[in-house]
């Protein structure tokens, strides 16, 4: 299968600080990639929605200003945690899908934020 | 609001028996579903899917049941191993919305040797 690259798997910052998350697709083209965030115990909720070349589409109660969405190529999207508060600590997953067909997410390895 | 429901948190199976982990969705609209695997502190990895248009897709020991007219789907592991204890995740994709996947509260399932 495909081949997503998540980066860095785990950041320790401080509160106030930001932090970017890079998603890359190693061997196709994402036309579209999708953020995550996982609570403990809890499900996969989609967080926002980039196509590339476009400006990203957030899921309801996702703080835009907060999660700044990057898709400027094919193969890279970045999240930027901005102003980092303890309760933004979590585990952020990409996935992509592309020209391999709709049918399948792929997802990056996820990042493990934690705000001190 | 949750659109695609795993009513079952964890599951405990004997190695060798068969695994049956359950999935509803309330979006009628949804067209085609998946079964995603996860470990803890990685990401999920893709196991099975099923298209609407089908009632049943079988890969080795996994096996996916679709439902529509119920909105029900299930996933079979039979027989089941020691290195399937994961968290399991039913997806769901409507085309007419793009190519968001909405996923369910997840599996979390035990096999004991």
């Known amino acids: 299968g495909a081949v997503v690259s998540q980066h860095p798997s785990r950041v320790i910052c401080k509160s106030g600080t930001s932090v970017k998350i890079e998603c890359r697709s190693l061997?196709?083209?994402?036309?579209?990639m999708f953020w995550y965030r996982q609570f403990p115990k809890q499900s996969l909720m989609l967080m926002a929605t980039?196509?590339?070349?476009?400006?990203?589409?957030?899921e309801q109660g996702v703080e835009k200003d907060k999660f700044l969405i990057n898709h400027a190529s094919l193969t890279l999207s970045t999240l930027t945690v901005t102003s980092a508060h303890p309760e933004d600590s979590s585990f952020y997953i990409c996935?992509?899908?592309?020209?391999?067909?709709?049918?399948?997410?792929?997802f990056g390895q996820g990042t493990r934020l934690t705000v001190v | 609001d949750q659109q695609v429901k795993q009513n079952s948190p964890s599951l405990s199976v004997q190695e060798g028996r068969i695994s049956i982990l359950n999935c509803d969705y309330t979006?009628?609209?949804?067209?085609?579903f998946l079964w995603y695997k996860k470990y803890p502190a990685e990401g999920p990895t893709f196991l099975i899917s099923?298209?609407?248009?089908?009632d049943k897709n079988e890969d080795g020991r996994f096996t996916v049941f679709l439902n529509k007219s119920a909105k029900h789907l299930s996933l079979h592991i039979v027989p089941s191993q020691p290195g399937d204890s994961a968290v399991y995740f039913c997806?769901?994709?409507?085309?007419?919305?793009?190519?968001?996947?909405?996923f369910g509260t997840g599996t979390s399932l035990t096999v004991i040797p």
């Open positions: 979006n009628s609209m949804f067209d085609y």
């Open positions: 997806a769901a994709r409507a085309s007419n919305t793009g190519n968001q996947f909405y």
């Open positions: 099923i298209s609407s248009i089908k």
């Open positions: 980039s196509n590339e070349g476009s400006k990203a589409t957030y």
């Open positions: 061997d196709f083209q994402a036309t579209t």
């Open positions: 996935s992509a899908s592309g020209p391999l067909g709709n049918t399948e997410a792929f």
